[in-house]
């Protein structure tokens, strides 16, 4: 009895030799494991790749005021490692604000469907988005970093027409 027992000892610890712990073949028997070499990217990947992005719109819904104008805040948090690298936003506004779009970053004003910013040391970047004579529906923004391995990220975030009284 003692031999066998040696020898599933042995074979246990000739197998996980093989494939260690977080290495692509251990991960692909344990996909729900959180380590670092486990998780999914954006590319569809694992293992070594920064974590996906995290595209947020605050207020959403955003809430037309006035002469249907917007005003919201989009945010997009990524991983350090994108630090000081350029992460640029195309969005659908145009499609749902004839009076324009003005987008305030740290790199500038732009006007139009698309802005820049600069993600900064803790991997975020913001976006300051200004609009006129809004339509009520929902509006898809993508954010794309200019890096490397540029990564692509969306979300989308809805208009509400104004609430009575405003």
């Given at each position: 009895?003692?031999?066998?027992?040696?020898?599933?000892v042995?074979?246990?610890?000739?197998?996980?030799?093989?494939?260690?712990?977080?290495?692509?073949k251990?991960c692909?028997?344990?996909p729900?494991?959180?380590l670092?070499?486990?998780?999914?990217?954006?590319?569809?990947?694992?293992?070594?790749?920064?974590p996906?992005?995290?595209?947020?719109?605050?207020?959403?819904?955003?809430?037309?005021?006035?002469?249907?104008?917007?005003?919201?805040v989009?945010?997009?948090?990524?991983d350090?490692?994108y630090?000081?690298?350029?992460?640029e936003?195309?969005s659908?506004?145009?499609?749902?604000c004839?009076?324009?779009?003005?987008w305030?970053?740290d790199?500038?004003?732009?006007?139009?469907?698309a802005?820049?910013a600069?993600?900064?040391?803790?991997?975020?970047?913001?976006?300051?988005?200004?609009?006129?004579a809004?339509?009520?529906?929902p509006?898809?923004?993508i954010?794309?970093?200019?890096?490397?391995t540029d990564?692509?990220?969306?979300?989308t975030f809805?208009?509400?027409?104004?609430?009575?009284g405003i």
């Open positions: 009895m003692a031999i066998v027992l040696i020898l599933v042995s074979l246990s610890s000739a197998a996980s030799a093989k494939n260690p712990r977080g290495s692509a251990w692909a028997h344990h729900k494991s959180t670092a070499g486990c998780r999914t990217t954006g590319g569809g990947g694992s293992g070594g790749s920064p996906p992005a995290n595209v947020t719109v605050s207020p959403n819904p955003v809430l037309e005021t006035g002469g249907s104008d917007v005003y919201a989009l945010s997009v948090a990524t350090p490692v630090a000081e690298q350029t992460v936003v195309v659908g506004i145009g499609n749902r004839r009076g324009g779009a003005l305030v970053t790199q500038g004003e732009f006007t139009g469907s802005a820049s600069t993600i900064d040391n803790d991997g975020h970047a913001t976006f300051t988005l200004l609009a006129a809004c339509a009520a529906g509006v898809t923004v954010a794309d970093v200019l890096a490397g990564p692509t990220y969306s979300t809805t208009i509400d027409p104004p609430a009575p």
